[in-house]
């Protein structure tokens, strides 16, 4: 191995419209659920389907391409990292969570009729 990095790959379909906002610094950011699949037969021969669903975090220009074009059900493509971060929710309780920093994405599929 030449160099050990955080890289993630994924290709599946949106779960829902990318949530877009815009924030005080005048950045915008995306958040969008993506839903990967896999098929396999059991045991008993039967097909069994378990599907994964990520959190993706978009950025900038990329935030601007998925307000635009995303939408639920579409397929796409993203490579980008693991990001690992926590907060305290309204209870005071502390969660973690782990998302997929978006650096490249690529719509797959048929393109929508007009």
């Not at 829902?16 to 037969?41: C, F, N, R, W």
């Not at 935030?63 to 397929?75: H, I, M, Q």
């Amino acid at each position: 191995m030449y160099a050990l990095k955080n890289k993630v790959q994924l290709i599946g379909n949106l779960g829902g419209k990318p949530e877009v906002k815009k924030l005080d610094s005048g950045k915008k950011v995306a958040t969008i659920s993506l839903a990967t699949s896999e098929s396999y037969k059991n045991a008993s021969g039967e097909k069994v389907t378990e599907t994964q669903w990520h959190r993706l975090i978009a950025w900038g220009k990329l935030a601007d391409v998925a307000e635009k074009y995303l939408d639920k059900g579409k397929e796409i493509a993203i490579e980008g990292k693991l990001i690992n971060r926590s907060y305290t929710d309204k209870d005071g309780k502390k969660k973690y969570v782990t998302e997929v920093q978006v650096s490249e994405l690529l719509m797959l599929g048929a393109k929508a009729s007009q």
